[in-house]
């Protein structure tokens, strides 16, 4: 019932019941998305919950496509109708590939490679908000390309808003003082403007593998 929703975010708008859920355990929250699903039509949960993907929060964006899947088929023409937007559409690409019925462990390889590294920068920038440290370093890990040099380049390509604030995060995080100058320099020149112009490659210098990197169990 939706009356007895344990977090008490039933009444509350997607954006701050998204919020609410954000420090529970998976199967927590989504017995929660159940609970305020529940206290409301199906059309108008799914509007909210798009919209609040919509925002500029990246935790919450991934929240909502959580909740959505959730909603399940119902959501499907919505999400369909949204995956031309650049913002949500790797979510709703991804949504929209569990839905047909492809493992969620394969379903990135819909994805291409640009909206792979957008999705990671995004991601990237979740962690950056509400995340630790390590975590944002273990998020290296789960780029699709081998080396940092080349994430660098394929990251300062793909125009997220936040890269700059991403890299700057994750520079001032790493332990690795080469690769931190790396990252530095690239969050630089995609603040001035350089990475646009194609002056002065990340690759080249300092070429470690991703997989070299120290790493933990993913905690995401």
Same mark, same amino acid.
């Given at each position: ?85 650049? =913002? ?23 994805? =291409? ?9 995004? =991601? ?67 603040? =001035? ?28």
């Amino acid at each position: 019932m939706a009356a007895q929703s344990p977090a008490g975010n039933i009444e509350q708008s997607a954006e701050d019941m998204l919020r609410g859920c954000s420090q529970l355990r998976p199967n927590a929250a989504r017995a929660e998305y159940r609970a305020w699903l529940a206290a409301r039509t199906v059309g108008s949960a799914v509007g909210e919950l798009i919209d609040a993907a919509r925002g500029e929060d990246a935790l919450l964006r991934g929240l909502a496509f959580e909740a959505l899947r959730v909603v399940g088929a119902p959501a499907e023409p919505d999400v369909r109708s949204v995956a031309d937007e650049a =913002t949500l559409r790797p979510y709703a690409l991804l949504w929209l590939a569990e839905h047909d019925g492809i493992d969620p462990e394969d379903a990135h390889e819909v994805l =291409t490679r640009a909206e792979a590294t957008w999705l990671w920068v995004d =991601t990237a920038a979740a962690v950056a908000d509400h995340g630790e440290a390590p975590l944002l370093v273990r998020h290296l890990e789960s780029a699709i390309q081998p080396t940092v040099p080349m994430l660098l380049d394929e990251v300062r390509a793909v125009g997220h808003p936040r890269t700059v604030q991403v890299l700057v995060a994750l520079a001032a995080a790493h332990p690795d003082p080469a690769l931190a100058k790396a990252v530095r320099r690239a969050a630089f020149q995609v603040h =001035t403007g350089a990475a646009r112009r194609g002056q002065v490659p990340v690759s080249g210098a300092y070429v470690p593998k991703l997989q070299m990197l120290p790493s933990a169990s993913r905690a995401m």
